[in-house]
């Protein structure tokens, strides 16, 4: 994961906005951010003609309401911060394109967004922004505070687990405060595995030697940059490893989880792989970052002329 400069933070009327703006403060003073796009995508802005006859100015009063919204709960939850140059945006349309649409112009580097728990909220942005936006994705659920100091990293130690672990590893390094990555590989048995002589429990402990052999080259072509990365095996018993990763998240009292995705292309970009869309659907608790490089544009173009 590259530096964050350039970082968008999607605001609406909630109290959400407290959580949203201090994780942004926290992520710009870690990562020497310049520039914060605090934006907030109205749906409808439609108003008869007539009324707008009759009160020419409501639009722009509307917007510049909004606005002034923004910039209060920003001055009240952004600590200053030298160097960093704020913006505030209102739009009217569908959040996820909008976002997208400005992430693509902007050149960001990373784009916050909110997980509603118990406010009302769909969550439907969150996943078409991982699966369509060019640069990482930060889903931050309700009530929570920005401290990174312990990452979940699930791995099969394929290239997108490598991405997701360098941006762990680039998070936590930038706090500058020793931290800890817990890399979890989840591994299922086999249905046949009794067709090689082996035992239930003899089998479990061959796959789990195997993850281990597959850490130690995977851990191999990463520069961990002094950080604690601790591998622990998860054996999948139901066939349901969001699952077994978020109660490993609970278990180890993580501050995040970090992924990667595998939409690259306008090919796949609606197939970020089906955990990725499980734990974004299903994960209410921990920040999460889903992580992809930045300028590996995945369908965005045409995604955005549709706007």
Do not use: W
């Not at 999607?10 to 796009?37: G, R, W």
């Not at 929570?144 to 990293?153: A, E, I, M, Q, S």
Request: hydrophobic share 40%.
């Amino acid at each position: 994961m590259q530096d964050i400069k350039k970082l968008i933070v999607c605001l609406d009327q909630s109290p959400m906005n407290e959580s949203l703006v201090k994780f942004a403060s926290f992520i710009a003073e870690t990562h020497q951010t310049k520039k914060i796009y605090f934006i907030n995508v109205i749906r409808n802005l439609n108003v008869p003609k007539e009324i707008l006859e009759e009160f020419p100015s409501l639009l722009e009063s509307m917007i510049a309401e909004r606005k002034e919204q923004m910039e209060k709960v920003v001055r009240q939850n952004f600590a200053p911060q030298a160097g960093v140059s704020l913006s505030f945006l209102v739009k009217e349309g569908q959040l996820a394109k909008k976002v997208l649409k400005l992430a693509h112009e902007k050149s960001a580097d990373m784009i916050i967004i909110g997980r509603k728990v118990t406010m009302t909220g769909t969550g439907v942005a969150s996943q078409r922004l991982a699966r369509r936006a060019s640069c990482s994705l930060m889903i931050v659920p309700e009530g929570c505070k920005p401290r990174l100091k312990k990452l979940l990293v699930p791995s099969d130690f394929s290239d997108y687990s490598k991405e997701a672990m360098t941006a762990a590893i680039t998070l936590l390094n930038a706090t500058g405060k020793k931290g800890e990555i817990i890399c979890q590989n989840v591994f299922t048995i086999p249905s046949g595995y009794h067709f090689t002589g082996k035992s239930y429990d003899e089998f479990t402990q061959i796959m789990q030697t195997h993850a281990e052999n597959n850490f130690k080259k995977f851990i191999r072509k990463i520069d961990f940059k002094g950080i604690k990365i601790t591998p622990i095996y998860t054996k999948d018993d139901d066939d349901d490893p969001v699952e077994d990763i978020l109660k490993s998240a609970g278990a180890q009292e993580v501050d995040g989880i970090v992924i990667g995705v595998k939409g690259r292309t306008a090919a796949t970009a609606l197939f970020i792989g089906s955990l990725a869309e499980r734990l974004i659907q299903l994960n209410d608790r921990f920040p999460m970052l889903v992580s992809r490089p930045k300028g590996k544009n995945a369908g965005i173009l045409e995604y955005i002329l549709e706007i």
